[in-house]
Nanobody, 120 residues
């Protein structure tokens, strides 16, 4: 089993930055692919960024503004979010799965989520 715990959400004004963290209980083949997803009220969940062994994936809406990274030694995934917009407001979830990676695959493990609110 894999436990994932997100942190770092909060409220920020448009143009501001936040860094989300996701602490994983293990770092092995079960978490070789890790990603960030978000869901706003009355909207479907969408992939934001994902990181596999080699490849990195970003939603078009966040390219150039968000950066995904991981610290394998500390079993932690990060999402640096810059130039935030009100439309980035959502509950952000961390997820993990074995390879392959991306958005069009089913993730096995999910965190509880952390809320991001961007005001105009």
């Amino acid at each position: 089993q894999v436990q994932l715990q997100e942190s770092g959400g909060g409220s920020v004004q448009a143009g501001g930055s936040l860094r989300l963290s996701c602490a994983a209980s293990r770092n092995d083949y079960l978490t070789r692919c890790m990603g960030w997803f978000r869901q706003a009220p009355q909207k479907e969940r969408e992939g934001v960024a994902a990181l596999g062994a080699v490849l990195t994936y970003y939603a078009d809406s966040v390219k150039g503004r968000f950066t995904i990274s991981r610290d394998n030694a500390n079993h932690t995934l990060y999402l640096q979010m810059n130039s935030l917009k009100p439309e980035d407001s959502a509950m952000y979830y961390c997820a993990a799965r074995p390879l392959p990676c991306g958005f069009a695959v089913t993730y096995n493990y999910w965190g509880q989520g952390t809320q991001v609110t961007v005001s105009s």
